[in-house]
């Protein structure tokens, strides 16, 4: 297995501001702040960071393909400029009610991302703000962390007996990971 260190971490809620109605275009892309900060913090602390997301807008035709890359595109563009950088991204472009093995919580994404990267998802944490990013780690063994932002807080309330690592936001999660070096 590669010796690199990585970090999985959600984007929606995590990364940057969640909408019930969906990130449908850059303008709508607003990181949380020190979020960006964050992942530039872990990069220099020898992290590698990939992104799992459920992007169902998709499937539900709120969005396409070209759109989602120009999302994404801000935000390798905005993290840039922050001194970061994400390694890669994996998504489940399917709604909710699709057989496929990849939308979280299954752990599909997971799985293609270890494949590919050839790493022990045991030595990785996933970083989300719901109970299925919880569940998608716990599937494959990963060391699932929760952030109060995006869902995270209502995660919290509604599965106060959750023991894993809480944290106030991503920033706080890379000063603890960095810390642990």
Do not use: F, P, S
């Given at each position: 297995m590669e010796t690199c260190k990585y970090v999985l971490?959600?984007?929606?809620?995590?990364?940057?501001e969640d909408s019930e109605d969906f990130i449908k275009s850059p303008?709508?892309?607003q990181p949380i702040e020190g979020s960006l900060e964050a992942i530039a913090l872990l990069n220099q602390h020898g992290y590698e960071?990939?992104?799992i997301s459920n992007q169902s807008g998709l499937a539900r035709g709120l969005f396409d393909e070209a759109?989602?890359?120009r999302i994404h595109d801000?935000?390798?563009g905005l993290?840039?400029?922050?001194?970061?950088?994400?390694?890669a991204i994996y998504y489940c472009p399917h709604g909710p009610d699709s057989l496929c093995l990849c939308r979280k919580p299954k752990p599909?994404?997971?799985?293609q991302f270890s494949l590919e990267k050839n790493v022990d998802l045991k030595t990785v944490f996933f970083i989300g703000d719901s109970l299925r990013d919880i569940q998608a780690a716990q599937a494959v063994g990963a060391m699932p962390i929760l952030v109060k932002t995006g869902k995270g807080q209502l995660t919290l309330t509604n599965n106060p007996n959750l023991n894993i690592p809480v944290f106030e936001n991503l920033y706080g999660v890379a000063e603890f990971l960095s810390s642990k070096q």
């Open positions: 971490i959600d984007r929606d809620g995590v990364i940057n303008e709508e892309w960071v990939a992104v759109m989602l890359t801000k935000m390798h993290l840039a400029d922050k001194g970061g950088k994400i390694a599909g994404l997971l799985e």
